[in-house]
C-alpha cells in the first residue's frame, strides 16, 4: 500500500498548503483595497456608495484567486482523480 | 503501520503549517484595515458609522482565508478521508 | 505502479502549488489596482465612470494571469496527457 | 515503538512551529492597528471611545488567528487524534 | 518506463511553475502601471484617452512577459519535443 | 533508548524555536505601538493617560501571542505528555 | 537511454526557469516604466507625444531581457545542440 | 553515549540559537520605541517625565521577549530534564 | 557517455539560468532609469533631448550588463570549451 | 573520541553563530536610536542632556540582547556543561 | 576522466553564475545613479555637463564591479589554471 | 585524525562566518548613525560638538557588537579550546 | 588525483562567487553615493568641486571592499598556496 | 591526504565567502553615509570641513569591519594555524 500511502501523504501536504499560501495575497490584497476605500470614504463621505461598490466589486474579485485555492484544495482532498485510480487499482490487485 | 504513521505524521504536520502560514496574510491584512478604519474615524468622525461598516464588511471578507485555513486544518485533524481509508485498510488487513 | 504513483503525486503537488503560488501575484496586483481607483474616486468623483471602466479593464488583465494558472492547475488534475499515457500503458502492460 | 516515536516528535514539533509563526502575523497586525488608534486618538481626542470600541473589535478579529494557532497546538498536544489511535494500536499489539 | 516517467514528473513540474511563478512579475507590473493610470486620470480627466491608450501598450507589453511563459507552459504539457521522441524510443523498443 | 532520545531531541530544539521564533513579531509589534504612543503623547499631552491605558491595553493584547509560545515551550520542556508517555513505556519495557 | 533523459529533464526544466524566471525582473520594470509615463503625461500632457516615445523606446530596451530569456529558452527546447549530439550518439551506438 | 552526545550536541545548538534569533527582534523593537521617544522628547520637552516613563515600561515589556529567550536558554544549559533524565539512564546503565 | 551528460546538462542549466538571473538587475535598473526620466522630461521638457541622450547613454550602460549574460549564455551554449575537449576525448577514446 | 569532536564541533558553530547573528539586531536597533537622537539634538539642542540620558538608557536596553549572546557564546567556548560531562566520562572510560 | 568532468561542470556553472549574480548589483545601482542624474538635469539645466561628466564616471566606478565578474567568468572559461593543470595531468596519464 | 580535522574545518569556517556575518549590522548601524549625525550638523551647526560626541558614543556601541564577533573569531583561531584538548588527546594517543 | 580535483573544484566555484558576490554591496553603495552626489550638485552648483572630491573619495573607500574580494579571487585563482602544497604532494607522490 | 584537502577546501572556501560577505555591510553602510554627507555639504556648505572629517572618521569605523573580514580571510590563506598542524601531522607521518 505504499503508493497509496504516498498519494495521500501529498495530497494531505497539498491541500494544507494550497489554502494557508493562497490565502496570504488575497489577505494582503484585500487589506490595502479596503484601508483604500476607508481613506477614500472619510475624504469624500458624498461618494460613499460608489467607492462601497467598487470595493465589494474588487474584493470579489480579489477574493475569486483564494476561492480558487479553496476548490483546489477540496478537490485535492475529497475529489481527487489519481486517489480514485490508485483506490480501484489496489482493490482489483486485492479482489 | 508505517504507511498510518506517515499519513499520521503528514497530517499533524499539515494541520499545523496551514493554520499558522495561513494566519500571516489575514492578521497582516486586518491590521492594515483596522488601521485606516481608525486614522479615517480620527479624520471624519460625522461618517464613523459608515466607516464601522465597512470595516466589518471587510475584516470578514479577510477573515474568511484565515477561516478555509482552520477548516481544512480540522478536515484534515479529525474528518481526514485518506487516514480514514488507510485506518480501515490496516484493520481489514489485521482482521 | 511506482511510476504512476510518481505522476499522480507531482501532478498533485503541482496542481496545489500553481493555483496557490498564481494567486500571490495576481492579489496582491488586485489589492494595489483597486487602492488607486478607490483613491482617485474620491479625488475625482466626476469620473467616477471612466475609472470604473479602466479598474475593471485592468482587473481583467491582472487576473488573466490568476486564471492562466487555474486553467493549468485544472488540466494537471483532470486532463494530464502524461497521466493518460502512463494509464494507458500500465493498462496495456497489466492486460 | 518507532511509529510513536515519530508521531511524538512531529507532533512536539508542529506545536511550537505552529504556536510560535501564528504568534508573527497577528502581533504585526496588532501593533499596526494600536499603532493607529493611538495616532488617531491624538489627532481627536473627542472620538477617543469610538476609536477605542473600533481597536477593540480589530483586535479581537486579528488575535483570533493567534488563537485558531494556540488551540490547533494544544489539540496537537493534549488531543491528537492519530496519537490516541497510534497508542492503543501499539498498546492492543503488546496485549 | 522509468526515463518517461521521469520526464513526465519533471513536465507536469515545471508547466505548473513556469505558468505560476510567471504570473507574479505581470500581476504586480500590470497592477502598479494600472494604479499610476488610475491615479493620472484622476488628476488629468481631460487627457483620459490618450491615458487608456498608453495604458492599454502598456498593459499589452507586460502580459506579453506572461504569455512567453504560458506558450511554454502549453508546449511543455501538450507539445513536448523530448516526451515525443522518448515515447517513440520506448514504443520501438517495445515494438 | 534512541526513541527516548530523538523525543528529547526535538523537544529541546521545539522550545528554543517556539521562544525565540515567537518574540520576533511581538516586540516589533509592540515597538510599534510604543513609537505611536509616544508620538501621540508628544502632540496631544493632555490625552496622556487615555493614550497611556490604550497602549497597555494594546501590549498586553500583542503580548499574549508571546506568552502563548513562552506557554507551549514550558509545557514541551516540563509537561511533556509525549516524553511520559515514552518514558513510562520505556520504564515498563525496562522493568 | 539514461543520459538522453537526463539532458532532457533537465532541458524542460531549464526552459521553464528561464521564462519564469527572466518574466519577473522585466515586468516590474515596465511596470514602473509605464507607471512613470502615465504620472508625466497627467502632469505635462502637451508632451504626451514625447513621454510617449521615450516609453516605448524605453519598453523596447527592458522587453529585450525577457527576449533574451525567451530566445535561450526556445533554443533549449527546440535547438538544443547537447540533445541533438546525444540523441546522434544513441542512435549510432544502437544502430 | 551516542543518545547522550545527540541531546548534548541539539542543547548546545538551541541554547545559541534561541538567545540570538531571540534578540533579534527585541532589539529592533526597542530601537524603534528608543528612537519615536527621542523625537518626541524633541518635539515636546515639557512632557519627558512622561515620555520617559512610558518608554521605560515600553521596553521593559519588549525586553521581556529576550528574557523568555534567554530563560529557555538557560534552562537548556543548565536545568535540561531531558538530559538529567538521559545522564541517570546512561549511569544506571554503567553502574 | 556520463561525462559527457553531466557537462551537457551542467550547460544547458547554467545558459538558463544566467541568462533568466541576468535580466533580472538590468530590467530594474532600466525601468528606474526609464521612469526617472519620463518624469524628467514631464518636469523640464525643454531639456527634453538632453535628457532623453543621458537615458539613452545610461540604458546602454545597464544593458551591458545583461549583456555580458546573454554572451556567456551563447558561449556554454555553442562554443562551449569544456564540451569540444570532452567531445573530442569521447571520440578519440571510441575511434 | 567521536562524542567529543560532535560536541566540540557543535559547540564552535553556535558560539560563533550566537554571537554574530546576535549582533545584527542590537546594532540596527542602537543604529536607528543613535539616528534619532543626533536628529532630536540638532532640532532642540536645549534638551541635550535629557536626551543623551535617554540614549544611553535605550542604548544599555538594547546592547543587553548583544550580551546575553556574548555570554551564552563564552559559556558555550569555556564553562560548557555538557563538554565537561563528556570529558570526563572519556577520562574514565579511558582511566 | 571523472576529474575532467567535475572541473568542467564547476567552471561552466560558475562563470554562469558569476556574470548572472554580479550584474545585479551594478545594474540596480547604474539605474539609480542615471535616475537621480537625469533627475538633476531636470531641476537644474545649466549645470548639464557637470552633472553627465559625474555620472559618466560613477557609471564607470559602478560597471567596473560588473567587469570584475566578466573577467573572471572569461578566466574561468578560457584561462582557467586548474583546468589546464588537469588536462596535462590527463594527457600525460594516457600518454 | 579525522576527529582534529573535523574540529579545524568547523573552526575555520565559524571565523570566517562570524566575522562576516558579523559586519553586517554594525555597518548599517554605524551608516545610519553617520549618517543622522551629518544631517543634523548641516542642520544645527552650532551644536557641530555635542552632536560629533554622541556619534562617537553611539558607534562605539555599535562597534561593540562587531569587536565580539572578531574577538570569539579570533578565539576561535588562535585560543580554540576545543581545538587544544583534540590535539593533546590525539598526541597522547600517538605518544 | 581526487584531492587535486576537489581543492581545484572548490577554487573555481570560490573565485566565482567571491567576486559576484562582492559585487552586489559596492555597486549599490557606489549608485547611492553617486545619485546623493547628482541630486546635491543640482542643489548647490557652487559647491560642484566640493562636492565632487567628496564623492570620489567615498567611491574609493566604497570600492575598497570590492577590490577585496577581487584580490581575494585572484589569490585563489592564481596564488593559491593550498593548490601549490597539493601539487607538489602529488607530484612527488608520483615522481 | 583527505584531512589535508578538507582543510584546504574549507579555507578556501571560507576566505572568499567571508571576503565577500564581509563587503555588503560595509559598502551599503559608506554608500549611506556618503549620501549623507554629500546632502549635508549642499544644504550648509559653510561647514563643508566638519561635515568631511565626520564623514572620514565614520567611513574609518564602518570601514574597520570590512577590515577584520580581509584579516582573517588573509590569516585563513596565509596563516592557518589548523593547516600548519596538519601539515606537520601529515610530514611526520610520512618523514
Same mark, same amino acid.
Request: hydrophobic residues 60%; contains cysteine; glycine residues 6%.
Given at each position: 500500500?505504499?503508493?497509496? /500511502?504516498?498519494? !495521500?501523504?501529498?495530497?494531505?501536504?497539498? /491541500?494544507?498548503?494550497?489554502?494557508?499560501?493562497? %490565502?496570504?495575497? *488575497?489577505?494582503?490584497?484585500?487589506?490595502? !483595497? /479596503?484601508?483604500?476605500?476607508?481613506? /477614500?470614504? %472619510?475624504?469624500? *463621505?458624498?461618494?460613499?456608495?460608489?467607492?462601497?461598490?467598487?470595493?465589494?466589486?474588487?474584493? $470579489?474579485?480579489?477574493?475569486?484567486? $483564494?476561492?480558487?485555492?479553496?476548490?483546489?484544495?477540496?478537490?485535492?482532498?475529497? !475529489?481527487? *482523480?489519481?486517489?480514485?485510480?490508485?483506490?480501484?487499482? $489496489?482493490?482489483? !490487485? %486485492?479482489?
Amino acid at each position: 500500500m505504499t503508493d497509496l /500511502a504516498l498519494i !495521500a501523504a501529498v495530497s494531505i501536504l497539498t /491541500a494544507g498548503l494550497t489554502v494557508s499560501f493562497g %490565502a496570504l495575497g *488575497p489577505a494582503l490584497g484585500e487589506g490595502r !483595497a /479596503a484601508a483604500a476605500a476607508l481613506a /477614500a470614504i %472619510a475624504q469624500q *463621505p458624498d461618494s460613499a456608495s460608489t467607492l462601497s461598490r467598487t470595493l465589494f466589486v474588487s474584493l $470579489a474579485m480579489i477574493e475569486s484567486t $483564494a476561492i480558487y485555492c479553496f476548490v483546489v484544495a477540496m478537490i485535492v482532498l475529497f !475529489a481527487n *482523480p489519481f486517489w480514485d485510480q490508485a483506490l480501484q487499482a $489496489a482493490q482489483s !490487485a %486485492a479482489g
